[in-house]
């Protein structure tokens, strides 16, 4: 007997938690149930929307969050391969290293849910280390300027880290 597979819309909607991400407008809409119950600035990659490994531009599609790292590290932890370093980010490393796309604090990792759209083969959304991530105060949000991730304040993805549990929906609209 062959099982049937739930398509992400369906896990979308059994989700308390969903998030949206909605590249045009460089958003992030926390939903629980499908309303809306906060929105956050966002900035997605500078190279537009796309899911091919080496592109670094931001997956489009279904996505669940996989994996959530840094609870309770203080705010600007560096991440390095995921790993926090004890070194904290400062105004002056900006400086030393101006075109480096920081990951700072908390990550959500994303993983596609779409066979041949963002997981899989050469367009897999985890083997591409996408996340959600926080990044410098100095970074602006609403313009896409990141390496294929989404950016967010230091203070958002702190706040947004404690509101969804892994395997929590993510819709990134493109």
């Not at 989700?15 to 119950?37: A, E, F, N, R, W």
């Not at 994303?110 to 991530?133: A, F, V, W």
Request: charged fraction near 20%.
């Amino acid at each position: 007997m062959m099982k049937t597979v739930a398509q992400p819309a369906e896990i979308m909607q059994k989700s308390l938690h969903q998030l949206l991400i909605d590249v045009p407008t460089q958003q992030l809409y926390y939903l629980q149930q499908g309303k809306c119950y906060k929105t956050y600035p966002i900035s997605t990659a500078i190279n537009g929307v796309g899911e091919r490994k080496g592109s670094n531009q931001t997956p489009r599609g279904w996505h669940i969050i996989r994996a959530k790292i840094g609870k309770a590290r203080p705010v600007n932890t560096i991440f390095v391969g995921r790993r926090p370093l004890e070194e904290m980010y400062s105004a002056s490393m900006e400086e030393k290293y101006p075109d480096k796309d920081w990951i700072l604090t908390r990550i959500l990792w994303l993983s596609g849910l779409e066979p041949g759209k963002n997981r899989l083969g050469e367009c897999d959304t985890m083997q591409r280390y996408i996340y959600i991530h926080g990044c410098p105060d100095s970074k602006p949000m609403g313009i896409p300027l990141s390496h294929g991730c989404i950016r967010m304040r230091n203070t958002d993805i702190v706040e947004l880290f404690e509101l969804v549990p892994p395997g929590t929906t993510v819709f990134i609209r493109g």
